[in-house]
T-cell receptor
Framework: AQSVTQPDIHITVSEGASLELRCNYSYGATPYLFWYVQSPGQGLQLLLKYFSGDTLVQGIKGFEAEFKRSQSSFNLRKPSVHWSDAAEYFCAVAGTGTASKLTFGTGTRLQVTL | GAVVSQHPSWVICKSGTSVKIECRSLDFQATTMFWYRQFPKQSLMLMATSNEGSKATYEQGVEKDKFLINHASLTLSTLTVTSAHPEDSSFYIC????????????FGPGTRLTVL
């Protein structure tokens, strides 16, 4: 069964500082990987996804993530955080079949201090 | 493109009543829709997967008689919480997947259900 681990429940960074959110997955083959962001009381917005190809993926809002097969990781990064980035971030994994189920990590809450 | 809507965005009901939540794909045909439940400060838990015209597949531990899912068309799925109780209060989120991108789900904005 597939699973996702986000080891950091809560992270606080200063505005302008760099950010890295960790994500480790477990899946028998090469998975499809996603990062979503959720603001309070809102649905999920897709930041970026990895299906195949280049292991460094660029997303919206200046985010990027790197797929490292050897470490089973898909960490999310941003070079300079803005106060509006404060939200909950979820990493998710899906199998490679059509319309496969998503398994979410427990989420990382990002707080940005001014 | 690939917009999913949910209605209502929030609902308050009395214990024992039933509540229906609609999930619509506005600009694409959703061959598969998913229903998730999210408790405060927690992750999303998949409740069920539904394919258009077929019975929903429920995850282990989800009561199919309590959470009725209908996916009657390629643009509409409904979740009915029957005989709702306070413990059913939660944030319900749907997502849809279709020919626009088979392996990507597009999420609705969620429905906040409060059962008094």
């Amino acid at each position: 069964a597939q699973s996702v681990t986000q080891p950091d429940i809560h992270i606080t960074v200063s505005e302008g500082a760099s950010l890295e959110l960790r994500c480790n997955y477990s899946y028998g083959a090469t998975p499809y990987l996603f990062w979503y962001v959720q603001s309070p009381g809102q649905g999920l917005q897709l930041l970026l996804k990895y299906f195949s190809g280049d292991t460094l993926v660029q997303g919206i809002k200046g985010f990027e993530a790197e797929f490292k097969r050897s470490q089973s990781s898909f960490n999310l990064r941003k070079p300079s955080v803005h106060w509006s980035d404060a939200a909950e971030y979820f990493c998710a994994v899906a199998g490679t079949g059509t319309a496969s189920k998503l398994t979410f990590g427990t989420g990382t809450r990002l707080q940005v201090t001014l | 493109g690939a917009v999913v809507s949910q209605h209502p965005s929030w609902v308050i009901c009395k214990s024992g009543t039933s509540v229906k939540i609609e999930c619509r794909s506005l600009d694409f045909q959703a061959t598969t829709m998913f229903w998730y439940r999210q408790f405060p400060k927690q992750s999303l838990m998949l409740m069920a997967t539904s394919n258009e015209g077929s019975k929903a597949t429920y995850e282990q531990g989800v009561e199919k008689d309590k959470f009725l899912i209908n996916h009657a068309s390629l643009t509409l799925s409904t979740l009915t919480v029957t005989s709702a109780h306070p413990e059913d209060s939660s944030f319900y989120i749907c997502s849809a997947s279709g020919r626009v991108s088979y392996n990507e789900q597009f999420f609705g904005p969620g429905t906040r259900l409060t059962v008094l």
